[in-house]
């Protein structure tokens, strides 16, 4: 029962490099986001998806990338790190298929990333 | 620009002690309202979604009101236990229901 799995749990990076935070889920779920969490904010949504092949962006989208080909796996990009990007990063998923915001988010452990 | 406020940033009480927190969303274009506990080095897990007006939500010694008009929700805690210390959210979907604001949480530290 595996749930919402987040690899990986912490990554130090150099400003300037990229890499992809990886996010599946095996609940069969259509809809996917990625959050950041920064001391004494809300969770802030980056991206999010509805199903396969579509993706949007959330509140604070730049720098980042993301890409929905299969329903389990909604990786996210980090382009080029800075040092702004220094977060703890949540990946979420839930039933919404249709508009409503009724279905309840399950998230997975989290991606602590630190760029220097 | 939207807004969840969530009051009091920080709350500490004693075991046995009931306590509420507020969740503060705006009014209109309203789908739902969720409620979620966050405990230190665990992952947020939904409480309840409430979608109507005047909706209370129950589980245990927890329980939840919502005010659509006014634009704020009550989550309550009876007879607090060292266990239910932890952060809770309060978050509100928009744009379709497709995009949610989390408030910064209410962290609650129960001493036993």
Redesign the interface.
């Known amino acids: 029962n595996a749930g919402?799995t987040q690899t990986p749990k912490f990554q130090v990076l150099k400003t300037g490099q990229s890499m992809t935070l990886q996010c599946a889920q095996d609940m069969n779920h259509e809809?996917m986001?990625w959050?950041r969490q920064d001391p004494?904010?809300?969770?802030?949504?980056i991206h999010?998806s509805?199903g396969a092949g579509i993706t949007?962006q959330?509140?604070v989208p730049n720098g980042y990338n993301v890409s929905r080909s299969t329903t389990e796996d909604f990786p996210l990009r980090l382009l080029s790190a800075a040092p702004s990007q220094t977060s703890v990063y949540?990946c979420a998923s839930s039933h919404?298929r249709q508009?409503?915001?009724?279905?309840?988010?399950?998230?997975?452990?989290?991606t602590r990333l630190s760029i220097l | 620009i939207l807004n969840v406020e969530q009051s009091p940033q920080s709350l500490h009480v004693q075991e046995g002690d009931s306590t509420n927190f507020t969740c503060s969303f705006p009014s209109s274009n309203f789908y739902a309202l969720h409620w979620y506990r966050w405990e230190t080095a665990k992952s947020p897990e939904a409480l309840f979604v409430m979608t109507l007006n005047g909706d209370e939500k129950k589980k245990g010694r927890i329980s939840a009101t919502l005010n659509t008009k006014e634009g704020y929700s009550y989550l309550y805690i009876k007879g607090s236990q060292p266990e239910d210390s932890a952060t809770y959210l309060c978050a509100f979907p928009h744009t379709g229901g497709f995009k949610t604001i989390f408030g910064a949480g209410t962290r609650l530290f129960v001493k036993a």
């Open positions: 919402v809809y986001s959050y004494g904010m809300g969770l802030r949504l999010y509805v949007d959330g509140e949540f919404q508009q409503g915001g009724d279905q309840p988010q399950h998230f997975g452990d989290g």
